[in-house]
């Protein structure tokens, strides 16, 4: 089972990035799908989920309106696009796979965890 995150880099505050994670190893459609962060001396943190079909999506109040979750079940890939960036979104982003028939905010249903890209936010 393989899950890799790929898109992190610096950028201003107020730009975008686009995050991908690449899934193998499993079948990809039948996992609800989340992105957590964690930011140094900081514990991990929900971002963002989807579920398994992609029709339902539950966002953090913290990325509400400017982080947008989506996947691509024909090419085992799920994606967080991240808008008007803000120095707070600095962290190491995780992408994680989960058993459920909804979406997962928490971490302890993830059964899958990738390997994580950074993320930060500064001029």
């Known amino acids: 089972v393989h899950l890799v995150e790929s898109g992190g880099g610096l950028v201003r505050p107020g730009g975008s990035l686009r995050l991908s994670c690449a899934a193998s190893?499993?079948?990809?459609?039948?996992?609800?799908m989340g992105w957590f962060r964690q930011a140094p001396g900081k514990e991990r943190e929900f971002v963002a989920a989807i579920r398994w079909g992609g029709g339902s999506t539950y966002y953090a109040d913290s990325v509400k309106g400017r982080f947008t979750i989506s996947r691509d079940n024909r090419r085992n890939t799920v994606y967080l696009q991240m808008n008007s960036l803000k120095p707070e979104d600095t962290a190491v982003y995780y992408c994680?796979?989960?058993?459920?028939?909804?979406?997962?905010?928490?971490?302890?249903?993830?059964?899958?965890w990738g390997q994580g890209t950074q993320v930060t936010v500064s001029s």
């Open positions: 190893g499993f079948t990809f459609s039948n996992y609800a």
């Open positions: 994680a796979a989960a058993i459920a028939p909804g979406v997962v905010v928490t971490t302890t249903p993830y059964r899958y």
